[in-house]
């Protein structure tokens, strides 16, 4: 299914998972199974009701307000979610987002108001806490999302395991059959293992305890656990972190073909317009719903906001105007009547009523010395092996002045790896990295908490970095970056992931190396920012070596794409977008062969 550019499909179409062919067995080991003995049309595993049209509310809000002391999040919230369709649920940082969707669940009480959702209806969420499932192996986990069905399986497994089976317990198991039917039992460890290997968990993996799996895959885990049995109502808060871009694609072709109601909150620009249909947009302490995916909401929202703020001055001028005549003439017997009619028209003009948005942009600018030298970089066999398993081996690549290159994997360590090793923050096992005479670099690595472990505010963190030691000079870059006034004297210890990126771009305004380095450097960021960052890239004159599970970023800059495979590194000579047209002609021929 293709979407027309700016708009996303209606998430209404059926999906029905593959399912693996019966195994023969006795009698006996056929009814203690939970896979169908012959093969039968598959239907999503959960279903016992009839399919709603579309367009019906599954979920529905009334007068939701929720502040947490004198901080309002939102106030006076009345929306209907409705049955087929995909809300992606946006706003700055701390606008509650997180929050809302937590209402939603039921997992926080507002401080007014309620959520109301029709009998017979099931909900998942996406789960945050993979410690809970720590002593399950993935393909329990996944099953386990659907809470009944799991029950009905747990509890028809203990039966058939008795050794007194009794005629009660024929009778009960006679119930529990019935229902796991119903429940289209037969198809779930086939459909649970075909989600996992989708989120790229291989078979071998589906067996491993929780706790074994590295945390890529302990997410991965949650993910299909949240997605499985096609729930009535799903919720999914920012589902596309610590995954790999071939299961961000996955997920996008997975909700475009999902029946039911998906409310999702990320910060992934392609994915939120991939597969949204409507956009809930919590700011002004309002949620507004737009009927359209994240660059029809950005659209509409620009010109919403310009009108806002034209009323807003308009509204000002306007009370000007009436103090002004109000002062003047209030005084005056021959005028009082007139000033008490502009006194009431005063009182009209609602100007608390345009509150200040929370959104806030980054103002991010590379200004890069010119490059003189043709060749930047030059890798000459290198090679890398973590714990006795390798990474890559005998990597041999020229990077030249002004190339935009990205490095993708499966395998983000591997990926992260040679960021690093490019950058000199690691050594290779084998194999040398040449630099091209007097070129500048900066680096920003995925994991840089380290960098901010020590006793400073954040301006003296960023001074450290730079040749002009003037409190002046320093503010420019943090200004940039949203921190003005005591902000900036905040300690680094107690920044946030979000507040520590921030900084680290400011470093590298500062440093306005010739080639950057960047290995994730939309994580933890919120839209806004990551949209500065891009156009500021974008806008970038020079080299540029980076790694990204954004794809809309990377789509918006590689010019050549550097693949590491379990089989080799491959060098290719094209765009991202390229890159993933050829893929998918080579996955459509591999389906059709």
Known sequence: MTAAKGWAPICGAGRVLAVLPGRSRSDTATLRSHRRPAAAPAQPIGTTIPLRLSGETVISTQGLTLQFGT?????DVTLKFTQGNCYGLIGPNGAGKSTFL??????????????????????AVLQQDHFAYNDFDALTTVLMGHERLYKVMQEKDALYAKPDFNEADGMRTAELELEFGELNGWEAEAQAGELLGGLG?????????????DDGDKVRVLLAQAVFGEPDILLL????????????????????TFRNTVIVVSHDRHFLNKVCTHTADIDFHEVQLYAGNYEFWKAAS????????????????????????????SANASKSRQATARKKMLGKLDLEAFRPSSRKYPHVVFQPEKIHSTQMLRLDDVSKSVAGQPLFEGVNLSIQRNERVVIVSRNSVASSALLEIIAGAQQPDNGSVTWGPSVTRSFLPKDYNHLFDLDACIIDWLRQYSEDQS?????????????????????????????????????????????????????????????????????????????????????????????ITEGGVIDHQYSYTEFLRRRSEKLDLAVGA
């Open 471 to 563: 409190e002046g000079f320093i503010r420019q870059f943090l200004g940039r970056m949203l921190f003005t006034g005591d902000e900036s004297k905040k300690s680094v210890t107690v920044l946030s992931g979000g507040e520590k990126v921030r900084c680290m771009i400011a470093r590298l305004m500062l440093e306005d190396a010739q080639c950057l380095i960047l290995d994730g450097p939309t994580n933890h960021l919120d839209l806004e920012s990551i949209t500065s960052l891009n156009n500021a890239l974008v806008k970038r004159k020079g080299t540029l070596i980076f790694g990204s599970h954004d794809v809309e970023l990377i789509e918006s800059l590689a010019e050549r794409v550097i693949e």
């Open 302 to 329: 620009e010109m919403a906001l310009r009108h806002r703020n034209a009323k807003k001055t308009k509204n000002e001028e306007r009370a000007k105007e009436l103090k002004d005549f109000i002062a003047r003439f």
């Open 71 to 75: 901080q309002v999040l939102f106030e």
């Open 102 to 123: 937590k209402i939603l669940a039921g997992e926080i009480e507002p401080n007014s108001g309620k959520v109301i959702i029709p009998p017979g209806l099931r909900m």
């Open 237 to 256: 808060d920012e589902p596309t972190n610590h995954l790999e871009v071939e299961s961000i694609l996955w997920l996008e072709e997975f909700l475009l």
């Open 201 to 213: 968990i291989p078979v071998s993996r589906h067996g491993t305890l929780v706790k074994d799996l």
